[in-house]
């Protein structure tokens, strides 16, 4: 293959200084305990420990006497029954409560990979050549629990990228849950995520087609209140609340900055993170742009493939995505309707490469096959790489494969612009292959992309480097699409 590729020096690694705060529950008995000692304290005591707190992480973080505050409020119930009235607690008392029942977590302290490039919305104040783009990745920490992080940077006129400086404080949104529900739709994604039938029955019958969010999560509690519940009708009952809990807004400080923002796990659907967010600029018939990002909730048991939504980078909407394609992982929107309708690529059996399309943004049904398992390189499994970008010459997918050792390359193909069930062409040899030097990592003989972009007739790539770290490469496009052209699927 006679496609040059251009690895760049610029390396993205972890950070551990990057740290937000959780509720960290130490257990009913012994939170109690807890409570009861700190209740023994003088005022003076309260206030002492409390200031204490305080001015050791100054600076780390905001608002911590509002998340101190906030934690402890997530004991009303438990303080209910210990017969002592949550508004009798001092604002003193109610904070170092808090602060006991608050954690630090740091978000990249693991890994930083998986990254997704796109163009900013704002592009004022640039010389010839230049572009500015928002880089998202998968970022983990202890527990391999995985957020979505930014970084912001600009592209200069030989490719070069230059990022912009990374703030210390890590801004987390307001979170807002959806109130109402329609009922058929949220049946059909029960019975997706294989609720048996009995039991949504049972929740679900009494409900009118249009159900509030709290009628559900009452009707849900007061079968979960049985003494005598078995364990398999507890799991169904629990994938329901968090299935409910799936949907939900995200608003952050406006005067924060973006590369303080985090998409972190705020649904129970998530709990055990978000997975590999793909990001793209979709243009709308009417000429607006909406980012899209389509990622995988995981909970340790199931995985839910879910879409955000946002027009600004500070209001955002998550929603699960349904439908009998609504499946596995590796979804990547289109960044224009085909035909009037979404279109999405899907990897719905772990194997295969498929497209669909919808009149809805969130339903997709009755997938396409396009794709299979082929090359030496890719026998293992293949899937995409990010979102397709716009040709005119096609619809230009990279790809990624898994061969001998589980070893992931990046590869390349062209679809047809009105009908990309329809494959022009398709690399024989991969694009980006582990080098020496990135074999090594948290996943050894891994290199993945989420999803890059085309600038001054390059395609850029940016690339993880075995669940570890990041950078970046450039190709240049015209080659690239001469040798796809000429590589028949």
């Known amino acids: 293959m006679g496609i040059k590729v251009q690895r760049k020096a610029l390396k993205f690694t972890p950070d551990a ?16 305990e807890l409570i009861l000692k700190i209740l023994e304290f003088s005022d003076g005591k309260v206030a002492e420990e409390l200031e204490n707190t305080l001015y050791e992480f100054k600076g780390r973080h905001r608002n911590l006497k509002k998340v101190f505050k906030q934690h402890c409020a997530n004991f009303q119930d438990l303080l209910h029954q210990m017969d002592i ?14 602060a006991y029942s608050t954690m630090e977590y740091s978000l990249e302290s693991a890994a930083l990979f998986n990254p997704s490039m796109i163009e900013d919305f704002d592009q004022s104040f640039l010389k010839k050549g230049e572009k500015r783009v928002i880089i998202s990745f998968r970022a983990t920490g202890e527990g391999h629990l995985s957020s979505i ?13 230059h990022i912009a400086k990374v703030k210390n404080h890590i801004d987390l949104p307001e979170v807002g849950y ?10 059909e994604k029960m019975q997706e995520i294989n609720i048996p039938q009995h039991y949504i029955s049972e929740v679900m019958d009494p409900l009118p087609s249009h159900f509030e969010y709290y009628a559900l999560k009452d009707a849900v509690k007061i079968l979960l209140d049985d003494a005598d519940i078995d364990s398999t009708k507890k799991l169904a009952l629990h994938e329901m609340t968090w299935l409910v809990d799936s949907y939900y807004d995200l608003k952050f400080n406006e ?3 973006i590369t303080e923002r985090v998409i972190f796990p705020n649904s129970p659907s998530e709990s055990r993170g978000i ?10 018939d009417d000429g607006n742009a909406t980012i899209y990002a389509t990622y995988t909730a995981y909970n340790g048991h199931t995985i839910i493939p879910k879409l955000v939504s946002t027009c600004n980078f500070i209001d955002f909407r998550i929603m699960p995505l349904h439908g009998n394609a609504a499946k596995n992982k590796n979804f990547a929107l289109f960044p224009r309707k085909i035909k009037g309708k979404y279109a999405m690529l899907a990897r719905i059996d772990g194997y295969n490469n498929y497209v669909a399309f919808s009149d809805r943004i969130t339903l997709w049904n009755d997938p396409i096959k396009i794709q299979e398992p082929k090359f030496a390189w ?13 040709t005119d010459n096609g619809w230009l997918i990279l790809t990624h494969g898994v061969g001998p050792m589980r070893r992931y390359c990046i590869g390349a193909s062209l679809l047809d612009l009105e009908d ?22 948290y996943v050894p003989n891994v290199v993945y992309s989420c999803g890059g972009i085309i600038h001054n007739e390059d395609l850029i790539i940016p690339y993880a480097v075995s669940d570890y770290s990041s950078s970046y490469a450039t190709v240049n496009l015209k080659s690239l699409l001469e040798e796809l052209k000429n590589s028949k699927d």
Do not use: H
């Open 17 to 32: 200084t990057r740290v937000v705060t959780r509720f960290f529950n130490n257990g009913d008995k012994r939170t109690k």
């Open 85 to 98: 009235s949550y508004e009798s607690l001092t604002e003193n008392q109610k904070m170092l409560i808090g």
């Open 149 to 161: 992080v930014f970084r912001k940077g600009i592209l200069d006129k030989e490719n070069n990228l």
């Open 178 to 187: 959806k109130m109402s529900y329609d009922k058929q739709r949220f049946v």
């Open 255 to 257: 005067q924060s900055d």
């Open 275 to 284: 997975e590999d967010a793909r990001f793209v600029r979709f243009t709308d």
């Open 378 to 390: 890719d026998l293992t499994q293949i899937g995409n790489c990010g979102s397709p970008i716009y």
């Open 420 to 441: 990309p069930t329809k494959v022009i062409g398709r690399l024989m040899e991969p694009l980006i292959s582990p080098s020496k030097e990135e074999r090594e990592g």
